[in-house]
């Protein structure tokens, strides 16, 4: 007997027999079972019929059904067997060719099954490959249509468990022994079982073992799991250099897991070429099967997929969406088509139109796993958090060796975590506002998640300035407050004592609200007004109650406008007002690569200008502003960004005429692991101030830790 190549190896395909012991197939795999079931029932009269006109003896009977195997009819040798047993039992030829048939038909546990009760036992080697092919049969069954959607590892551990038995008994057989070591590599991968399968490649490969090209998928497939890219990706290459394809329906295309794997190892552009390669060559339609129609290829859709998904990795997130919408317009019912697409809506920031999305693949699947963690990212970003837990412990019942799971499990545990953030700058110039020399740090600390909507913080506020007129500047506050959480909805309400020179409690509260994806509005308030009374107020004394209202309307990342208006009532008796708008637009996106421009506009108005502070009866400006994002470096959750801010337009100020204010600055942020970020930016702006025109450097520095 011919041992049978496992699931990746080209040619195949097994069919499920209606005769495989003992039945633990879902209903799907029931009416898969019932036509092969009707297949032979259809063909065994034809072989009835042939038997009885040619009068022919048991010989010639055997001979017809080994020809008729020899041509690859083989229901038909099946049914031919089926007939010499009902007739001769205990035939040793039949039974041994019954075997045969069931084995290259698929149904390898039924093969196995008469293998075992033939009188005369088949050789090792011929029982070593029927027990691999069962094992086959059992990862591609659990790959392709689990019998439990409930335990989706059950199947393929019991493959790994009959090869784990099928190598122990057959320990002595050399050849047998490293078919059923690479068999195993594909099981334990399909479990995922990563850190066996590459342990036992990193066995083979000391022992000098070469692997078949579809075990060498397998164990790329298995590094990819443990998130090494580089050491996956010669595996594909060569796994695909000795099996190019064409793959079989329920086989995924290895071209798409190498186009993942370069953009996991920062070879982006390798992977959205190969990506789009392996899209514009596979046929939109395969060839009719036993006389239907020409039915839709799953490897096309799979690689249109992974061109958008993959494109979207890389910041081009209208061009995904577009990409997504259309391959949905053209196969509604595809369900990955619907989970993917809600993926890119998030990250266009429409976390509740992805929900929606979401919401419709789980109608087309409920059991797709894939679907439910795209709606708990969006419950994470909408701050739906009583949902999250739930809903996420029930994956991990399910599906905990998944990464995608663990990965998002460890990004809601440092979400609900302690969360930790440090603002500083240091400041040289702008005298009217700051003083010659100014900084000022912040520090928050906040409690983890509390009952799903609350967390209490920690705050403590220092700024300071030196003044040309002498002495020194000082605002020093520590307090606490608490956060508050609900869908779309966070608010804050916080007390800060003043310590050292600075006297008098700070009351601040405020909010945040998105009612839908586009808009959001907010709103705070504070009875000292530390944001708004300049370092050179607070010098003399000198608070502010203030009041800021704003909204902003967002269509995508692509374009955004915002106005915001404020009120302060000085301590002095001075009051201000002022508004500002801004309108954002995307000019040119490339690969981890964007430009913004946009147009600022603003006014303000005070009551006293006899004051010691800067405080212009009427303040006007008109701004150009523009942004420039790069990512340096990105591997995993660690990366690696730079961006660049400048603003130029003019400055009006009553009594003292027009002149220009601009402004620059360039920051990095780099993030070593997720949950922890460090940032630096050095900026400087030049404006008038009565006047005068004044020049400011500024360093800031920004540390982040939780989510």
């Known amino acids: 007997m011919t041992a049978q190549p496992c699931a990746r190896m080209p040619g195949w395909k097994p069919v499920m027999s209606t005769f495989t012991l003992p039945c633990r197939a879902g209903a799907a795999r029931r009416r898969l079972a019932s036509l092969i079931g009707l297949a032979l029932a259809c063909a065994m009269p034809s072989a009835h019929a042939s038997a009885s006109a040619d009068a022919g003896t048991r010989a010639q009977q055997l001979a017809d059904a080994q020809s008729r195997l020899a041509a690859h009819r083989r229901v038909e040798a099946l049914a031919l067997c089926e007939d010499i047993l009902q007739r001769w039992p205990d035939d040793p030829d039949a039974l041994r060719l019954r075997v045969r048939a069931l084995s290259e038909l698929g149904a390898a546990g039924q093969a196995l099954y008469w293998a075992q ?59 047998l022994r490293r078919r059923l070591d690479a068999d195993r590599l594909v099981s334990t991968s399909e479990a995922a079982r990563g850190a066996e399968t590459i342990e036992g490649y990193r066995a083979m490969q000391q022992a000098g073992e070469p692997l078949p090209p579809y075990a060498e998928i397998a164990v790329a497939d298995a590094l990819m799991q443990q998130r090494q890219p580089e050491q996956a990706i010669p595996l594909y290459e060569a796994g695909i250099a000795g099996h190019p394809g064409p793959y079989a329906d329920d086989e995924s295309d290895p071209h798409i897991s190498l186009a993942y794997a370069y953009l996991e190892a920062w070879r982006a552009r390798d992977a959205l070429a190969l ?33 958008a998904v993959l494109r979207d990795n890389v910041w081009l997130h209208r061009d995904a969406w577009e990409r997504l919408q259309a391959l949905r317009a053209e196969a509604p019912a595809n369900v990955a088509l619907w989970r993917n697409l809600a993926y890119v809506e998030r990250m266009r920031g429409w976390p509740r139109r992805s929900e929606a ?46 990464q995608r799971v663990q990965l998002t499990r460890q990004a809601w545990d440092r979400q609900r975590g302690w969360q930790f953030d440090i603002d500083h700058y240091n400041g040289k110039g702008g005298k009217s506002t700051y003083g010659d020399y100014d ?40 307090g606490a407050g608490v956060r508050g959480y609900a869908r779309g909805f966070e608010a804050y309400l916080q007390a800060l004592p003043g310590i050292g020179q600075t006297r008098g409690i700070a009351l601040e ?39 800021d209202a704003s909204a902003q309307w967002r269509a995508s990342e692509l374009t955004r406008a915002g106005i915001a208006a404020s009120y302060d009532r000085f301590s002095d008796g001075n009051r201000r007002y002022g508004w500002q708008a801004d309108l954002t637009q995307r000019l040119y996106t490339a690969r981890y690569f964007t430009v913004d421009g946009g147009v600022q506009l603003g006014l303000s108005h005070n009551r006293l200008t006899d004051v010691p502070y800067y405080s212009p009866a009427q303040a006007r400006w008109a701004m150009l502003t523009g ?19 400048a603003a130029i337009g003019p400055y009006n100020e009553r009594g003292h005429g027009t002149g220009w204010a601009a402004s620059v600055r360039y920051g990095q942020i780099f993030q070593p692991r997720g949950g922890l970020s460090f940032g630096w930016g050095v900026g400087w702006t030049s404006q008038p101030y009565d006047g005068k025109r004044e020049s400011r450097v500024m360093l800031d520095l920004t540390l982040h830790w939780g989510q």
């Open 627 to 645: 942004r420039i994002d790069h990512m340096l470096y990105q591997r995993n959750e660690r990366d690696w960004r730079h961006s660049l801010d």
């Open 357 to 402: 999305t979401a919401v419709g693949a789980a109608g087309l699947d409920p059991e797709d796993t894939g679907t439910r963690l795209e709606a708990i990212d969006d419950w994470r970003e909408l701050n739906d958090f009583a949902r999250v837990e739930p809903a996420l412990r029930d994956l991990e019942q399910i599906i905990p060796r998944e």
């Open 117 to 175: 009760q033939l009188r005369a036992p088949l050789p090792d080697a011929e029982l070593a490959a029927l027990h691999a092919d069962l094992a086959a049969h059992q990862t591609r069954w659990a790959r392709t249509m689990p019998a439990d959607p409930n335990r989706p590892y059950a199947q393929s551990d019991r493959a790994v468990a009959t090869l784990d038995d099928a190598r122990e008994r057959y320990r002595t057989y050399a050849g």
């Open 275 to 307: 990506a789009d390669r392996t899209a514009a060559s596979a046929p939109a339609w395969l060839p009719p099967a036993a006389g239907l129609e020409p039915r839709p290829n799953p490897h096309k859709t799979s690689a249109d997929i992974a061109a």
């Open 509 to 547: 509260s405020g909010f945040k609200w998105s009612p839908n994806d586009h808009w959001t509005f907010g709103a705070d308030w504070s009875t000292k007004g530390d944001a708004h009374v300049p370092l050179r107020a607070s010098a003399f004394g000198i608070t502010a109650h203030s009041y």
């Open 439 to 478: 900084n000022e740090t912040e520090a928050v600390l906040q409690s983890p998640l509390l009952y799903n909507h609350w967390r209490v913080a920690g705050i403590a506020r220092l700024a300071g300035g030196s003044l040309d007129e002498g002495g020194r500047a000082q605002r020093y506050r520590l």
